[in-house]
Structures are given as structure tokens and as C-alpha cells.
């Protein structure tokens, strides 16, 4: 399989559910929290991913543990591609405008392309 590390028979994605308990709260909506919302998106990606037969590795286990950046980081060590889920607070609630950002050059390149090109067609993102 093209962009895997040596040794790996399919890719091995690491999902991080951005934030942790209730942070980020919408100024418009009182109800919506970034990191409860991004917590349900990462398990969601998580049993969709496995569909396609690729490995997947969370950053944690529970909601409600703070883990900084690099610690993060360390969690995606070996993995093909770490995928950190964040959503922004807009200033409507009608705001929808999802994007993907990934690298275009290196190890993972292609498979982040793939794979943002796939959310792209999904959910409509803007390049």
C-alpha cells in the first residue's frame, strides 16, 4: 500500500478530539461546547475510518482529560497521519464552513490529500 510507513500493511491514522471537557462554548449558542462536539466527530471518524480498513489510534480515552500539544503529538508517534478535529465559534448560527487543512509535501502528503479530498466531498469544505 502506497504512503504507509515500512512495515505497515494499512495506514495507521491517529484521531485527536481537540480540547477537553466544556471549552470553547458558541456565543451563540449557549448549548454548544467545541470539545463535547469534536469528542462525538473524532468516534464517529473513528468507526468510519475502520470501515476502510485503516488503523486507527485516539490521542485519549476520556473527554475529560487535558492533554497539551506535544503530548499529542507523542500519541501519533508511528502512526501515517495525526488528525486533530477543532471547530471554530461564529458569530450566526447559520454559520457552516467546515475546512481542511493538510500538508502538501512530506511522508503523509498524499494520504492527507485523499483523505481531505474525501471530507471535502462529504461536507462540501471550501479549498
Do not use: F
Amino acid at each position: 500500500m502506497r504512503n504507509v510507513k515500512p512495515g505497515h500493511t494499512r495506514p495507521i491514522v491517529c484521531i485527536d478530539a481537540g480540547h477537553y471537557g466544556k471549552y470553547n462554548r458558541s456565543p451563540v449558542v449557549p448549548d454548544y461546547y467545541e470539545s463535547e462536539m469534536n469528542w462525538k466527530l473524532h468516534l464517529m471518524l473513528e468507526e468510519e475510518l475502520e470501515k476502510y480498513g485503516i488503523q486507527v489510534r485516539l490521542t485519549r480515552a476520556d473527554q475529560k482529560r487535558d492533554l497539551g500539544l506535544k503530548d499529542r503529538g507523542r500519541a501519533s508517534k508511528g502512526c501515517d497521519l495525526l488528525l486533530s478535529i477543532h471547530s471554530n465559534s461564529a458569530k450566526r448560527e447559520s454559520a457552516d464552513y467546515p475546512v481542511v487543512y493538510y500538508p502538501i509535501s512530506g511522508a503523509a502528503a498524499d494520504l492527507a490529500k485523499t483523505l481531505a479530498a474525501l471530507i471535502k466531498n462529504t461536507m462540501g469544505t471550501v479549498e
